[in-house]
């Protein structure tokens, strides 16, 4: 079934399949969730489509970072894609420094709880803004040590 999937998908997006199977196995083997890959074959054809080609590989470990880390947050991991690909197709950090920030980063926002496609929006802004004024890992760093001193504060 997931052959017959990745062909199907490949032919109506007209991406190479070997793109979709290194995106699907990005997925399993960084985040061990192979629901999410193997249920969303055209969704991740369409998101590579959108994205380019090339960035199949980097599709599917955004993919496993974000379904890490954004597990009981509410937040859908598409649609967190979806976010993420609008604010970094104009925004100061592009989606290739995202992906490869994105465990980092989106742990701090899950840590203090917060929830729902909207504050990942706000979240994403936050760190697009901070990114205007210093280099990709450098807003990364500033914005999770600002929610960590943020959470330490709510603990005391």
Known sequence: ALRESINSVSITT???????????????DKSGDIDLATNNVERLGQVIKVVGEDS???IGELLAALSSSLAGTGVNVFDALEVMISQGDKGNIVLEDMARNAKKSIGAYAA?????????????????SVG?????????????????????????
């Not at 007209?14 to 399993?28: C, E, H, P, T, Y």
């Not at 917060?114 to 697009?128: S, V």
């Open 112 to 128: 203090l709880g917060m929830t729902g496609k909207r504050a990942f929006a706000e979240y994403q802004a936050l760190l697009q």
């Open 132 to 156: 205007a004024i210093l280099k990709p890992d450098e807003a990364v760093t500033a914005v999770k040590g600002f929610f960590r001193d943020i959470r330490k504060n709510l603990i005391v």
């Open 14 to 28: 007209a991406i190479n399949r070997d793109v979709l199977l290194s995106s699907i196995k990005q997925i399993v």
């Open 56 to 58: 199949g590989e980097a």
